[in-house]
């Protein structure tokens, strides 16, 4: 038996296997005798009939089938234990040639251990950016305030005009029988034609309105058509934003106390007082966006400075993995996967690169922190599991015992840990770091 040896990568090993024409051919001999003793052959007792009369009455393909996997499996170990090496996963085995009187060939690819060399990850340079808050930023987050804070009010003796929100129910005269559609829309910032169309209807008139695709529309189906769009306006509504004074903030964001219980110290209640309450809640969150900038840079910099291998089977599981959940769901929403595909605009093989791809980037930072964890001996202790569920549950507004039902019900507890390990390693680079703030 000859065994060329081939390293594809530092994770995968290629092995071209030969068998001998000898070992072949006995090994089809012998695949032929076992094969007569257990079927019956007319005209003959049976386990008597005659080579040339088994040849012509078995399947052939099962015969090779047969011999190919015997021949195989009896070489398959002495030819790992002489290229000396250690399969991570399930090999991979490919017949390449086979013919009777002839050397069986095949291949083995063969997935070794993932392997990590971890560049410098102490004291990498990271700057550290805080956007400025502007006074108009400020001023605009002022305007959603009022925005959000004003409703709308039924309008019932004019025509609808541009800024108006619309109730309409739509329909097309190309989709006879559909129920037809009940949406809202302000005027002024749908299609230009639908716009036009609309602006001057009255409560309860019904018109059908002519509009033109543009060719970048979102929806690919109808980039650059032209449909017919029958429209019956229901209501109107419309508002106006007042203006921004002492006296609004205190009706609108002064906050009135419990019964029983004093009144904030210092409410809200002048523009002034809004304009720093709002500056200040900015600024907070300038700061913590940057310092999850600095996060990200420095796993960026980990990653991008270590050299990170690891068979491609295994990412071909995580694929396949996600493809079942991806039917399993289709299947409970009872939506096919051609329907799914056609309305992702990808193919099948376009899905799993996809998902090939995010699973790549995921396994290597995986395996960059599990290498780090184990060189720099970071643990996770039970006092920091509990410190995160109660994080989660004071994010989610939910009482601790309430969200550690949850985590166990549906069986998370290994997520919270993941998550607990990824914050614990990234706490550590970012310490082990050098952060300088910069200008924004």
């Given at each position: 038996?000859?065994?060329k040896?081939d ?9 071209d ?6 070992k ?14 257990a079927?019956?052959v007319p005209g003959f ?11 012509s ?8 089938s ?10 398959y ?6 290229a ?6 399930p ?9 009777a ?5 095949f291949?083995?690819k ?14 990498l340079s ?13 001023e ?5 305030l009022i925005?959000?804070c004003?409703?709308y009010?039924?309008?019932t003796?004019?025509e609808?005009r ?5 109730v309409?129910e739509?329909s097309r005269?190309d989709?006879?029988g ?15 034609d639908?716009?036009?169309?609309l602006a001057?209807?009255?409560?309860g008139?019904?018109?059908?309105i002519?509009v033109?695709?543009?060719e970048?529309f979102?929806?690919e189906e109808?980039?650059?058509k ?6 019956r ?19 609108n ?11 904030e110290?210092d409410p ?5 007082k809004?304009?720093?309450?709002i ?14 900038m600095v ?6 910099k980990?990653?991008e400075?270590?050299?990170?291998c690891f068979p491609e089977?295994?990412?071909e599981?995580?694929?396949?993995r996600?493809?079942?959940e ?8 009872k ?6 595909l ?20 995921v ?18 202790e ?6 995160e569920?109660?994080?989660?549950a004071?994010?989610r ?5 309430t ?6 019900s ?6 919270v840990?993941?998550r ?6 990234v706490?550590?680079l ?6 300088k703030?910069?200008?924004?």
């Amino acid at each position: 038996m000859l065994v060329k040896q081939d390293q594809i990568s530092p994770c995968e090993v290629e092995l071209d296997v030969e068998i001998e024409a000898e070992k072949v051919t006995s090994t089809i001999d012998d695949i032929y005798a076992e094969l007569g003793k257990a079927v019956t052959v007319p005209g003959f007792r049976k386990g008597k009939a005659p080579r040339a009369v088994l040849e012509s009455f078995l399947d052939e393909e099962k015969v090779r089938s047969r011999v190919a996997d015997r021949l195989i499996a009896k070489a398959y170990h002495e030819v790992i234990e002489e290229a000396d090496v250690e399969p991570f996963r399930p090999v991979d085995v490919e017949l390449v040639k086979f013919e009777a009187g002839s050397p069986m060939l095949f291949k083995i690819k063969v997935p070794l251990a993932p392997k990590v060399e971890l560049g410098e990850y102490i004291g990498l340079s990271i700057e550290r950016k805080v956007p400025p808050v502007t006074d108009q930023e400020v001023e605009a987050e002022i305007a959603r305030l009022i925005d959000d804070c004003t409703p709308y009010d039924p309008v019932t003796d004019r025509e609808v005009r541009e800024g108006d929100v619309a109730v309409v129910e739509l329909s097309r005269d190309d989709e006879p029988g559909k129920e037809p559609n009940r949406q809202t829309a302000t005027v002024g910032e749908n299609l230009p034609d639908f716009d036009k169309g609309l602006a001057g209807m009255q409560i309860g008139e019904e018109k059908i309105i002519p509009v033109n695709y543009p060719e970048d529309f979102g929806d690919e189906e109808l980039r650059g058509k032209s449909a017919s769009i029958r429209t019956r306006l229901l209501e109107i509504h419309t508002r106006q934003l007042p203006e921004l004074t002492d006296d609004w903030v205190k009706q609108n964001l002064t906050r009135k106390p419990e019964e029983g219980k004093e009144p904030e110290p210092d409410p809200i209640d002048t523009v002034d007082k809004l304009r720093a309450m709002i500056r200040n809640a900015m600024e907070k969150g300038a700061q913590a966006y940057a310092d999850e900038m600095v996060r990200a840079q420095v796993v960026d910099k980990v990653i991008e400075g270590s050299k990170v291998c690891f068979p491609e089977v295994m990412v071909e599981e995580a694929v396949d993995r996600r493809l079942a959940e991806l039917h399993e769901t289709l299947k409970q929403r009872k939506v096919t996967l051609d329907s799914y595909l056609r309305h992702t605009g990808e193919t099948l093989d376009q899905v799993r690169e996809r998902h090939a791809e995010d699973f790549r980037k995921v396994l290597t930072t995986t395996l960059v922190f599990r290498e780090i964890i184990e060189r720099e001996g970071i643990k996770v202790e039970e006092d920091d599991i509990d410190a995160e569920i109660r994080e989660m549950a004071r994010e989610r507004k939910a009482p601790v015992e309430t969200m550690r039902a949850y985590i166990e019900s549906t069986d998370s507890a290994d997520l919270v840990k993941s998550r607990v390990t990824r914050k614990k390693v990234v706490d550590f680079l970012v310490h082990a770091s050098n952060i300088k703030n910069v200008g924004g």
